[in-house]
């Protein structure tokens, strides 16, 4: 798939730095407000296949390359994990081991906003990684039968 | 109580329509269009019902999984579905689901009633959250504090899920020649 | 006890029969997907229903604190938290067996070019 | 000195997590053989931290995050990790086959493509089963659920043949359906009791009493976890997807992952939990009685190995189930001595049907391995070309036919035994046919499989690698070993888990002292 027409990408360019700015605002301040690091994953993945569905997935391909989004996806989940382990150090798994600031201002909730950031990243990439992921496989899919009984 | 229920049950009605016609439409393109109604229904239930958090998840979740179906259904061969069960396979199903839809009424009258929860785990969450979490949004401190093992393993289904989609999109399973294992 | 005590959550039953009709009846991939999305829909709203509360005086409110609500006011008014909780995990779980379902079903349609079940099912049942 | 199990406990999920983590990155740096190393190493450290449970209390729990609950739903409640003699029975079985289907994998999975991904995969379904079994919270218990299920789902499909992903499909919607049951089961029981944790949950069924919708939340549990265990009218997938993954898959999926996150949650749910009835006690039997003898008549009629062997599985957990429901019965009538007896029969044939399957699907993929076909009418002579694979075939398959010195016959015959004290003459001699039959359909395997004359084209046939030979061996020598050591281990292994069972409702009282 090639991409849409230069109306789309036009447009597509301009709102995803919009999108993916909500996405980090939901993710950074989930504890506070609605939202955390699925809504604003979600977000962000979405941000991204949009200039997917834009641009073409071969084309997104290219410039990011799919392994990228497998190695933001562990290193997402191994950050959750270190900081409900950094807990598990300090007493038992998943305990508090920063200090929690009272109010209502961004630094607080002790390691939540951290949890979340790491929550955001995993989620953001690892849906992204799979659509992108199947984007591809329709786009080769469709050069298959195009060339029919071509051998790959 | 009356202010609430207007507009819940008119919301679960729609929902309720647009499900049958979703599963009822032959037009498979319509028919993921309709699911969206759905899911933007549940939004709306989320949002009467006082959970902002869940109304903000569902509307990016169902976008995310509306798009996906649309990419799945829209510039294949077949848009339309052809065939449908025999009518006996139909009146079992129907039959059995009947009889689940009746037992629920009965017994479902058991329940805590609607709007008056028991809140006893709840309760303390809100009592004590926001001095023992320090965030103020309670809903993040049960899934991040109090529950976050569960938002654990929530995260571990999305990787194994991701895994899982790279395992199955591999052109081809088994080597082409199995004698050689130089890059396993 | 009013019957608004438990009609929504029969309401709910009802969007989950219909989920498990079209898995049961349709012989259409792409309907089986919907009526997964479906069943899942129906019980997210069931749970949603067990959290909300009409409290004793005033509206109910989200679970987040603010300046203006806080102490026993909020407490008295605030719905159940737990279980919207749960359906955050219950929400992001189901995209991520839709996503699944999504991958088989292409792969399948790469390999039939179909999604009529009636056409791929080479085994019974 | 006490042992401090209780910190240990959340290790037994942290390290397969981290392990799952670690492997897809560890792939794409074209490390594959590093995968399996990971995978192997993380399921031996599981297998001697399983072993360790055992040195503690009879009932250790970790409170995860701190939040220490009591008996009191209305306290500040967090996840509880709760260790008893059940649990670690449970966690033992899943170690032991996990460990050795994973030796197993090593050479076995080196003609698919990726095997990176395969061994991320393995040990997220491991660490999902270690959640499910150690989880003392209902809702947790969904989330590690479909933990493992997400898992398999993309194992079942690994050959993405056609036909894998036809049965992967069909499995994931089955699964799919028994989750939303499960789930909707979990709201009414927090409707009811405004808790998760299921000590507490325990407690407030106890002051509950008699409640319709009580009925509705057990029902819809045993519909779930009766899916996912694949008992009789809910066993549909199971056919199809035991067969199409990779054998050791298969192990996994056949030896403990039914157990896991069938039997065992509705064991515990429904003994522990909701309160012993005499309709789920009718429930349980109807079911069992029901697969053991639909799995078993439609397992004679096939000549697919591994869709054989997946027949026998149903029939096999029939024999479970209908054990367990006995013990409900007997537990609910206040027959205690029965009860014992009918569920430490359960227990002790869950234990070995996990050993000879695992085993017996483990043969199998050496067979596949080394002919290419599990076609029962186009093997033959196997005793000639595979000494040792055709010796682990003969004995797993005098095991699950309950032959006298293996482990299947004392479980069987204490089944029986039980089935007939409490006063079902007609259940106990069907369970003696059903074993009869069962030997009938293996006699069957030997006969086409090992004896007979060697196929033109399977003349080049040569013994696995013995990587696969060594995993083969040691679970025969244990089939031999869990029937006759059984006076030497029981107090050990399968007392505490039967009694654990046994305490019913008394479960509050073990989790929170006093």
């Known amino acids: 798939m090639r991409g849409m027409t230069l109306i789309v990408k036009t447009t597509a360019g301009f709102l995803i730095g919009f999108v993916v700015l909500f996405g980090f605002y939901v993710v950074l301040t989930g504890h506070i407000s609605p939202g955390g690091g699925f809504a604003g994953g979600v977000v962000l993945a979405a941000g991204l296949v949009l200039v997917i569905l834009a641009f073409g997935a071969d084309t997104v391909k290219k410039r990011l390359g799919h392994n990228l989004a497998v190695v933001w996806e562990s290193l997402g989940a191994i950050g959750f994990l270190a900081v409900a382990t950094l807990g598990f150090a300090a007493g038992s798994f998943f305990s508090q081991f920063l200090p929690l600031n009272e109010g209502f201002k961004l630094f607080t909730g002790g390691a939540m906003p951290l949890s979340n950031i790491a929550i955001g990243i995993k989620v953001g990439a690892g849906l992204f990684g799979a659509f992108l992921m199947l984007a591809v496989f329709r786009a080769s899919e469709a050069r298959v039968r195009k060339g029919k009984g071509g051998q790959r | 109580m009356a202010e609430v229920m207007v507009p819940l049950y008119s919301i679960l009605a729609f929902m309720l329509i647009a499900a049958i016609i979703a599963v009822e439409t032959r037009d498979l393109l319509s028919s993921v269009l309709c699911l969206g109604a759905v899911g933007f229904g549940l939004a709306l239930v989320d949002l009467v019902l006082k959970a902002p958090d869940l109304a903000l998840t569902q509307v990016v979740v169902e976008i995310f999984a509306v798009v996906l179906l649309i990419r799945m259904v829209v510039a294949r061969q077949d848009m339309t579905e052809e065939n449908v069960a025999d009518t006996p396979h139909v009146a079992l199903v129907g039959a059995m689901l009947l009889v689940i839809v009746i037992a629920c009424f009965i017994s479902f009258q058991a329940l805590v009633p609607f709007a008056r929860p028991l809140m006893r785990m709840g309760g303390a969450y809100l009592e004590h959250g926001q001095t023992l979490t320090g965030a103020s949004n309670l809903v993040t401190a049960v899934l991040l504090n109090f529950r976050g093992y569960d938002t654990l393993g929530e995260a571990t289904v999305i990787l194994a899920a991701v895994v899982g989609c790279y395992a199955l999109l591999r052109t081809r399973g088994l080597k082409s020649d199995a004698g050689n294992d130089a890059d396993s | ?125 | 000195m006490e042992w401090p199990v209780a910190r240990l406990l959340p290790l037994l999920v942290i390290i397969p997590l981290a392990g799952a983590f670690l492997t897809p990155v560890a792939a794409l740096l074209k490390a594959g053989r590093f995968c399996a190393v990971i995978a192997l190493a993380t399921t031996a450290v599981l297998l001697a931290l399983s072993a360790a449970t055992f040195a503690g209390p009879p009932v250790a729990v970790a409170w995860i995050g701190g939040w220490v609950g009591t008996s009191d739903p209305g306290s500040v409640t967090g996840i509880a990790m709760v260790c008893d003699g059940f649990t670690r029975l449970m966690l033992m079985i899943v170690s032991v086959v996990a460990f050795f289907a994973t030796l197993f994998s090593m050479s076995y999975m080196r003609r698919y493509e990726r095997v990176g991904l395969y061994y991320a995969l393995i040990l997220l379904m491991i660490a999902g089963m270690n959640g499910v079994i150690l989880s003392g919270d209902l809702f947790n218990i969904y989330v590690f659920l479909e933990v493992a299920a997400v898992a398999s789902y993309g194992l079942v499909g690994y050959g993405v043949e056609s036909e894998e992903l036809e049965a992967s499909f069909k499995y994931l919607v089955l699964s799919a359906i028994a989750s939303a049951f499960i789930l909707l089961g979990i709201g009414v029981v927090y409707n009811l009791t405004g808790t998760l944790n299921l000590a507490q949950v325990a407690g407030a069924v106890r002051t509950l009493g008699e409640n319709n919708a009580l009925w509705v939340a057990t029902g819809l549990f045993i519909a779930g976890f009766g899916l996912k265990a694949a008992m009789v009218p809910f066993h549909a997938w199971l056919p199809d997807a035991h067969p199409s993954a990779p054998a050791p898959v298969s192990a996994m999926l056949s030896g403990v992952l039914i157990k896991a996150t069938g039997v065992y949650v509705l064991a515990r749910l429904v003994f522990n939990v909701l309160g012993a009835t005499g309709a789920s006690g009718t429930l349980l039997i109807t079911l069992g009685m029901a697969s053991m003898l639909v799995g078993v008549l439609l397992a004679v009629e096939q000549w697919d190995l591994k869709r054989l062997l997946a027949y026998h599985s149903i029939s096999q957990m029939g024999y479970v189930v209908l054990a367990l429901g006995i013990g409900v019965e007997a537990h609910v009538k206040g027959a205690y001595a029965v009860a014992a007896l009918a569920v430490f029969g359960g227990l002790f044939h869950m234990m070995n049907h996990a050993l000879f399957k695992s085993l017996l699907f483990l043969c199998s993929g050496s067979v596949v391995y080394g002919t290419g076909t599990r076609d029962l009418h186009k093997l033959g002579g196997m005793g000639v070309k595979m000494p040792l694979t055709s010796m682990c075939t003969r004995i797993a398959s005098l095991s699950i036919s309950g032959v006298p010195p293996f482990n299947g016959f004392f479980s069987k015959l204490i089944i029986t035994i039980a089935v007939v004290w409490a006063g079902h003459p007609i259940l106990g001699l069907l369970t003696v046919l059903v074993s009869f039959v069962t030997l009938l359909s293996f006699t069957k395997v030997q006969r086409y499989v090992i004896h007979g004359s060697v196929p033109k084209r399977l003349s080049e046939v040569r013994e696995s690698p013995v990587l696969m030979g060594i995993s083969l061996a040691a679970l025969a020598v244990m089939c031999l070993g869990a029937g006759l050591l059984l006076p030497v281990y029981k107090g050990t292994i399968l007392d505490p888990a039967r009694d654990a069972l046994l305490n019913g409702l008394g479960y509050v009282t073990s989790v929170f002292g006093g």
Do not use: W
């Not at chain 3, 498990?20 to 999305?37: D, E, F, P, R, T």
């Not at chain 3, 088989?104 to 019974?124: N, P, S």
């Open chain 3, 1 to 125: 006890m009013t019957a608004h005590g438990f009609l929504p959550y029969v309401l709910c039953v009802l969007l989950f029969a219909v989920g498990i009709y079209a898995i049961a009846v349709k012989k259409n991939l792409v309907k089986i997907i919907i009526g997964v999305v479906i069943l899942e829909t129906s019980v997210n709203a069931f749970l949603v229903l067990l959290g909300y509360r009409v409290p004793e005086s005033g509206d109910a409110v989200a679970p987040i604190i603010t300046p203006a609500l806080n102490g026993q006011a909020f407490l008295q008014r605030s719905v159940d938290p737990v279980p919207q909780a749960l359906i955050l995990t219950a929400i992001v779980i189901g995209l991520s067996v839709v996503a699944l379902m999504v991958v088989m079903a292409v792969r399948l349609y790469e390999k039939y070019g179909t999604f009529d079940l009636t056409k791929i099912r080479k085994l019974r049942g």
